[in-house]
């Protein structure tokens, strides 16, 4: 794991800059580059051939988007971050890696609107079979995976219902079969659940929500291991999607981010007082939100 003994706020502005590497500018340097030179032939030969580690084209990566890769995976507890050009860009790249003809994936009822269709009108037509399971109780998946179970996807609270999953048990079950799980931290992000440390394998992220926070971008990405993260990043966003975030944008969430703590502080508050105000008043009734909602 890549966290430091700094606070999540600290991190959230400092991790992984040194304004002495950039001629002292506080604020990370924005490389608008698509192509990166190599001084000679040879260069070019060691780079190309993957002998040599080092930047080369922006669809591939860039040292603007490198940076926050890296901070979002320390904010996630997790080894490697992606970033891309929006979070069904982040989606779309980590499931198309993941999945073929034949394979499913499960997921809970409800998903946020073009997730599901992405799934039911997209995957499905290239023969991914996807299942609905009420992931609200972890046990309901016990009977539902199969042998071709690849995935199991689910958020946390859910887009739009807040239907809460229990990352860690469901994790201990799709694990005993070999599935992958993958949550989608929107909602929660990482200052208030960290899935990887529950079990989850891949967290995906709109950041054009709560992650940028100004509404002025939109924006994806994905942690996990530096070996999926790989994957993704060489098959399903290189190839299978170009859902490449530009630097710009880049800059933007960076920027975002280092008030997530502030922001995420203040909405919960807010939250509690709405939550109480509602309780309190007696033509509100309770209700528990079930089904899929659809697109
Ligand atoms: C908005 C959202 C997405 C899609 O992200 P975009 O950045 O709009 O592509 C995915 N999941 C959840 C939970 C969302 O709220």
Redesign the pocket.
């Known amino acids: 794991m890549t966290t430091s003994s700094k606070s999540f706020s600290t991190r959230a502005i400092h991790y992984g800059y040194r304004p002495a590497d950039n001629e002292g500018a506080l604020t990370p340097p924005l490389h608008l580059t698509s192509t990166f030179a190599f001084e000679t032939a040879e260069a070019g030969g060691e780079i190309f051939s993957g002998d040599r580690h080092r930047h080369v084209y922006s669809r591939i990566s860039n040292p603007t988007l490198d940076l926050l890769e890296r901070r979002i995976a320390d904010l996630e507890e997790a080894e490697a971050g992606l970033a891309l050009?929006?979070?069904?860009?982040?989606?779309s790249a980590t499931l198309w890696t993941l999945v073929g003809p034949g394979d499913e994936i499960i997921v809970d009822n409800t998903?946020?609107g073009?997730?599901f269709s992405y799934m039911r009108h997209g995957l499905a037509k290239f023969g991914v079979k996807i299942t609905h399971v009420d992931l609200t109780d972890p046990e309901n998946l016990v009977g539902a995976m199969s042998e071709q179970t690849r995935v199991v996807y689910f958020?946390t609270p859910?887009?739009?219902n807040m239907r809460l999953v229990d990352i860690e048990r469901v994790a201990e079950i799709a694990h005993a079969k070999g599935a992958v799980v993958v949550v989608?931290n929107?909602?929660a992000t990482p200052y208030l659940t960290r899935p990887v440390t529950l079990g989850a394998d891949i967290v995906?992220?709109?950041?054009?929500?709560y992650l940028s926070g100004h509404g002025d971008v939109?924006?994806?990405l994905v942690v996990g291991t530096a070996e999926m993260i790989a994957n993704i990043r060489m098959f399903g966003m290189k190839d299978m999607t170009g859902a490449v975030m530009a630097p710009f944008n880049a800059m933007l969430v960076l920027r975002g981010i280092k008030t997530l703590k502030l922001r995420m502080d203040r909405h919960c508050e807010s939250a509690m007082i709405v939550a109480r105000m509602l309780d309190a008043c007696p033509v509100v009734k309770k209700s528990l939100v079930s089904g899929t909602t659809r697109f």
């Open positions: 050009a929006s979070g069904m860009g982040a989606i998903l946020y073009c997730t958020e859910a887009n739009p989608d929107t909602y995906v992220h709109s950041a054009t929500k939109v924006a994806g």
